[in-house]
T-cell receptor, first 112, second 112 residues
Framework: AQSVTQPDIHITVSEGASLELRCNYS??????LFWYVQSPGQGLQLLLK??????LVQGIKGFEAEFKRSQSSFNLRKPSVHWSDAAEYFC??????????FGKGTRLSVIA | DTAVSQTPKYLVTQMGNDKSIKCEQN?????MYWYKQDSKKFLKIMFS???????INETVPNRFSPKSPDKAHLNLHINSLELGDSAVYFC???????????FGSGTRLTVV
């Protein structure tokens, strides 16, 4: 069965530090890949997406993600975290006509 | 203009009651979805409609009945509410996978 794994339930980083959130997927072929962010009490906002082409994709709010086929990974990165980045981050995949399938999320806390 | 709007934002009700959540999108998308987010933040697809027709029903109890009067609206009616129905329900829409999904801000349902 198709699945998305976010190994880290909760990550805490200092403001200004770099960030990497991990995402692995298990599919027969490369699916479409997404990262969403959910701020407290809010809906989900699309940060970035990957379908094909350049494996390093840029998103909003200074985020980027790198697709690595050999590792079935699509990790999210940000060089310098701001306090406003504290939120829940979801990796998601879709393949063919199936609906968007989400990982269990990673909660990001930012400390001063 | 809100792209995907859900009403109400909060809903508190007693066990056994029947309630509805409304969703409207003004993006012209053909496909709409309902997702349920549980207390651990896990997001799971419930239903998917394409141009008013049900295309996905993911083992949801038949107490849940989606209705799509037109392709811009997808409402969720829940009969005989149970404690376990307490969750945040998200509506979403999409035109094509490559664009991604646009989510509403969610409806927090609390059954007491």
């Amino acid at each position: 069965a198709q699945s998305v794994t976010q190994p880290d339930i909760h990550i805490t980083v200092s403001e200004g530090a770099s960030l990497e959130l991990r995402c692995n997927y298990s599919y027969g072929a490369t699916p479409y890949l997404f990262w969403y962010v959910q701020s407290p009490g809010q809906g989900l906002q699309l940060l970035l997406k990957y379908f094909s082409g350049d494996t390093l994709v840029q998103g909003i709010k200074g985020f980027e993600a790198e697709f690595k086929r050999s590792q079935s990974s699509f990790n999210l990165r940000k060089p310098s975290v701001h306090w406003s980045d504290a939120a829940e981050y979801f990796c998601a995949v879709v393949r063919g006509n199936t609906p968007l399938v989400f990982g269990k999320g990673t909660r990001l806390s930012v400390i001063a | 203009d809100t792209a995907v709007s859900q009403t109400p934002k909060y809903l508190v009700t007693q066990m056994g009651n029947d309630k509805s959540i409304k969703c409207e999108q003004n993006l012209g998308h053909d496909t709409m979805y309902w997702y349920k987010q549980d207390s651990k933040k896990f997001l799971k697809i419930m239903f998917s409609y394409n141009n008013k027709e049900l295309i996905i029903n993911e083992t949801v109890p038949n107490r849940f009945s989606p209705k799509s009067p037109d392709k811009a609206h997808l409402n969720l009616h829940i009969n005989s509410l149970e404690l376990g129905d307490s969750a945040v329900y998200f509506c979403a829409s999409s035109q094509a996978v490559v664009v991604g999904y646009t989510f509403g801000s969610g409806t927090r349902l609390t059954v007491v």
